[in-house]
């Protein structure tokens, strides 16, 4: 696999610098991811649309080609949105809508979390690149924080998650990118996906069942769970339970 870097509006970022901040991002969850993908990644930035994405059209050699939308030299911006669209990567993404699409979108919101808090530790302990600012892993870690810590993104210490979701599946059935929905589901992953990382290579087995853009996410799991090796299935259920 191979990144390219296309030239587009990265604003005053030198193409190496991008190709370097990428490039970090990638050893760093493929750590946790396992192999690596085969196809390459073609990335361009373009600050004027709304949201970064990764395509659903590849290319004809399979590479995947992602937009983000970074302003300035927001290197914590580049590396949260990177990691989210790297995510639906390396999980399979789909093509077409399915009814638990807002579960891929709030895990995909998660690995921005856990990445760009993995991120903040690589950067304190050596610079990734050699001229940015001293202590630059402070303002990564500021910046996780602050996202982490959004009241939009958490539940009240009075609300429970397994209500909250019974509440609002049908609502995420419908509407798979509500961010601060994601958030929240997210949030309850995090701490679980800190304790056992492994279960991100679990995720590069989702969608490789045969799929039924009708069935629910316990449909999802069920699947899911019938694909995994034996030996993994036990940390698998881990996640599950969390939605039971």
């Known amino acids: 696999m191979s990144i390219i870097i296309l030239d587009s509006d990265w604003g005053n970022i030198p193409t190496s610098d991008i190709h370097c901040l990428i490039n970090s991002a990638i050893d760093l969850m493929d750590s946790?991811?396992?192999k690596p993908i085969r196809y390459n990644i073609e990335i361009s930035n373009n600050p004027n649309i709304n949201s970064p994405m990764v395509y659903h059209n590849r290319g004809l050699s399979g590479q995947y080609y992602v937009n983000l939308t970074i302003q300035g030299s927001y290197y914590s911006q580049l590396y949260y949105q990177f990691f989210h669209e790297y995510c639906h990567i390396?999980?399979?993404?789909?093509?077409?809508?399915t009814k638990?699409?807002?579960f891929e979108?709030?895990?995909?919101?998660?690995?921005?979390?856990?990445?760009?808090?993995?991120?903040?530790?690589?950067?304190?302990?050596?610079?990734?690149?050699?001229?940015?600012?001293?202590?630059?892993?402070y303002v990564i870690e500021k910046y996780i924080q602050k996202v982490?810590?959004?009241?939009?993104k958490n539940l009240s210490k009075q609300q429970l998650f397994k209500i909250w979701l019974d509440e609002n599946i049908e609502y995420l059935e419908l509407e798979r990118y509500d961010r601060d929905k994601?958030?929240?589901?997210?949030?309850q992953l995090l701490s679980l996906f800190e304790r056992e990382p492994t279960l991100w290579e679990l995720m590069t087995y989702w969608n490789k069942w045969e799929i039924n853009?009708?069935?629910s996410i316990y449909e999802a799991f069920d699947k899911w769970l019938s694909i995994l090796p034996e030996e993994k299935k036990a940390v698998a259920q881990k996640l599950i339970n969390v939605f039971l």
């Open 100 to 102: 638990y699409s807002w």
């Open 32 to 34: 946790f991811y396992g």
């Open 182 to 187: 994601n958030g929240i589901v997210a949030n």
């Open 213 to 215: 853009h009708n069935d």
């Open 90 to 97: 390396r999980t399979n993404y789909l093509t077409i809508d």
């Open 105 to 137: 979108e709030s895990l995909c919101e998660l690995a921005s979390m856990f990445g760009v808090k993995k991120m903040a530790s690589v950067w304190k302990k050596s610079k990734v690149l050699p001229n940015a600012v001293n202590n630059y892993g």
């Open 148 to 152: 982490i810590n959004n009241p939009k």
